[in-house]
């Protein structure tokens, strides 16, 4: 049956995808044809392959010679030492027959071309943008950290330590401060009690209901100082739109998931900042 | 069960590759030796083809094309991956006696592959002699648009839009084969196709 794709009533597209077929497509019309494509469009695509493949095994001539006798050695034994250790990845082929008519599609050679170098372009910009200064960052104290993201971000939460469900014996004071912009955030701490690391350690959680329903792991820290302390956030997730911060006390190492038995301090986000 | 050489080598079967190099080691390796000019080269070549071959065995599906057609997919692909890179291809002027010979009724071992073969070699027929000429020139030998253009002394567009076009005729020509056994409903869109032919 023909196929009544868009590309049949798109005479440009379907010269590229000869084009491409023939291998002659220059880099302005890959991109073109990138941009152009829809799904539909596979089959033609696969459709002007098949046609040029065939086309080449009508054009060959008998060849009298046969391949080089180490050639074929050399490739049998490759091949005999690839099917001795993917014999999964042949079956999972069979597996999903059908799905796919080419080994490599255009579609997907073009999509890692230009994947490829959308990264390297991405990399580029990125080191080109990068601030000087950003390695002096790093030498940068915590705190002086923490005033400088408050200092330079527009969306940051800043919001105080309250009692949790199971408070310290002792007050405690300080703040959370969370930039979604950054992805970056401080914890501050004024009278934390200090903890043995060998015994339990601090857990910082994020909760996010835009997110998951679970919280999002923070970090592990310890308080070995009296004082102000500050702390880095280390999310191990993306936040999208924090609603709550929570210090749970843990075994060392941290947990994946906390029974939050020992919970002392939560800071509410009252009015969430995108 | 008869199950295909790929399908075996997909399966894992290592007697199928003897079979597999058999029947199409010497395909793949003339094509490799008439695209790529130093023999080295194509010897690599040829190794690579295969080893995507045997990567690749599991997608061949025969209702999509004729395993032989899948070699030569999988091949092409490589040659031309590797002309890019190297941008060292073929002169016209290097293999211009050859097209002398270029009937298309030469015999060749298409008979015993895939029913595709033959309706593309009836297909080519149908085409301009000039849409003939020059696909035989980019997919036979792997002659870039630029040379053939400077080669033939056709403008480039003209070179590109009768490959193209002629790929597609033959494209369509080969479907409707599939669909219709009577070729003249086939003919008679070529002459009208053929007369929109350049740009």
Redesign the interface.
């Known amino acids: 049956?023909?196929s009544q794709s868009d590309s049949y009533f798109r005479p440009d597209l379907?010269?590229l995808l000869?084009?491409d077929?023939?291998?002659?497509l220059d880099t302005t019309e890959q991109q073109r044809l990138l941009q152009s494509l829809s799904e539909t469009d596979q089959q033609n695509a696969?459709?002007?392959?098949?046609?040029?493949?065939?086309?080449?095994?009508?054009?060959?001539?008998?060849?009298s010679?046969?391949?080089?006798v180490d050639?074929?050695s050399?490739?049998?034994a490759?091949?005999?030492s690839?099917?001795?250790t993917?014999?999964s990845?042949?079956?999972?082929?069979?597996v999903?027959?059908?799905e796919?008519?080419?080994?490599?599609s255009w579609r997907e050679r073009l999509a890692w071309l230009t994947a490829a170098a959308s990264l390297i372009l991405a990399l580029g910009f990125w080191a080109l943008s990068r601030p000087v200064d950003e390695n002096a960052k790093i030498a940068l104290s915590p705190a002086q950290a923490r005033a400088d993201l408050m200092a330079q971000v527009n969306d940051g939460v800043e919001v105080a330590w309250t009692a949790g469900t199971t408070p310290f014996d002792v007050s405690v004071f300080g703040d959370v401060v969370w930039s979604n912009s950054r992805q970056q955030g401080f914890l501050r701490f004024v009278g934390m009690p200090i903890n043995d690391p060998s015994s339990e350690q601090y857990q910082l959680w994020i909760i996010d209901p835009m997110r998951d329903d679970e919280p999002i792991d923070g970090g592990v820290f310890d308080c070995t100082g009296e004082g102000e302390v500050i702390i880095p956030i280390d999310a191990k997730l993306l936040v999208i739109n924090p609603a709550a911060f929570a210090v749970t006390i843990e075994k060392p190492g941290g947990v994946v998931v906390s029974d939050q038995k020992r919970l002392p301090l939560l800071a509410k986000v009252l009015t969430p900042k995108g | 069960m008869n199950d295909s050489i790929l399908q075996r080598i997909a399966a894992g079967d290592q007697l199928a590759v003897d079979d597999c190099l058999n029947r199409y080691g010497g395909l793949v390796w003339s094509l490799a030796k008439r695209w790529i000019a130093n023999p080295a080269d194509a010897e690599d070549l040829t190794q690579e083809i295969f080893v995507e071959l045997w990567q690749q065995a599991g997608r061949f599906d025969p209702a999509v094309a004729g395993e032989a057609t899948f070699v030569a997919m999988i091949a092409r692909r490589r040659l031309i991956d590797r002309v890019r890179k190297d941008s060292r291809r073929p002169t016209a002027d290097a293999i211009v006696s050859d097209l002398v010979d270029k009937s298309t009724e030469k015999e060749n071992q298409a008979a015993e592959w895939a029913d595709e073969i033959a309706k593309a070699k009836r297909c080519l027929t149908r085409l301009s002699n000039e849409q003939q000429e020059i696909l035989h020139l980019v997919v036979h030998y792997g002659v870039s648009h630029a040379a053939i253009s400077e080669r033939l002394s056709m403008p480039l567009g003209t070179v590109k839009s009768y490959a193209r076009r002629g790929l597609i005729q033959l494209r369509d020509c080969m479907k409707l084969s599939a669909d219709m056994p009577a070729m003249s409903n086939a003919s008679a869109s070529f002459q009208t196709l053929n007369t929109n032919g350049s740009r």
């Open positions: 049956m023909m379907i010269e000869a084009g077929a023939l291998g002659e696969d459709e002007l392959h098949v046609a040029a493949a065939a086309l080449q095994l009508v054009l060959a001539e008998p060849d010679t046969s391949m080089p050639l074929r050399r490739i049998a490759e091949a005999f690839y099917l001795s993917h014999p990845d042949a079956q999972v082929q069979l999903v027959r059908g796919t008519t080419e080994a490599l």
